[in-house]
């Protein structure tokens, strides 16, 4: 049984193709995910991936953005902030949104 995912594409004003992820990526959708990026790579612009919305990733998820890292840029929330840094990501390419939220006046967070 494949896990609910949903991928969409839109293009920011700079050119760049997003490709969107919703849901949980896992051995049973990594390859739909790969095929996506690799479509949107073809075009031979940049790439950025948004897993803003994924809930959920696996390593065979992550395997499919490691073999594109030199080649995406990602942006994603701080849930996936831990799993992103522990297995390089965040050392490979550019990955947004992992940011600590700003600090108050007292030095907490806002």
């Known amino acids: 049984m494949t896990t609910p995912l ?7 004003p700079d050119g760049a193709v997003v490709l969107a992820a919703a849901g949980e990526v896992d051995l049973s959708n990594s390859a739909e995910l790969a095929a996506a ?3 949107a790579l073809d075009g031979g612009g940049p790439l950025v991936v948004d897993l803003s919305a994924v809930e959920y990733l696996d390593s065979a998820g992550l395997n499919e953005l490691l073999v594109r890292a030199d080649r995406i840029e990602i942006v994603a929330a701080s849930l996936l902030g831990p799993v992103l840094t ?3 990501l965040t050392e490979l390419t550019t990955v947004h949104g992992l940011e600590p939220p700003p600090a108050t006046a007292d030095g907490g967070p806002s």
Do not use: H, N, Q, Y
């Not at 949903?6 to 920011?12: C, K």
């Open 86 to 88: 522990i297995c390089g």
């Open 37 to 39: 990026a690799d479509r």
């Open 6 to 12: 949903s991928l969409t594409f839109s293009r920011r």
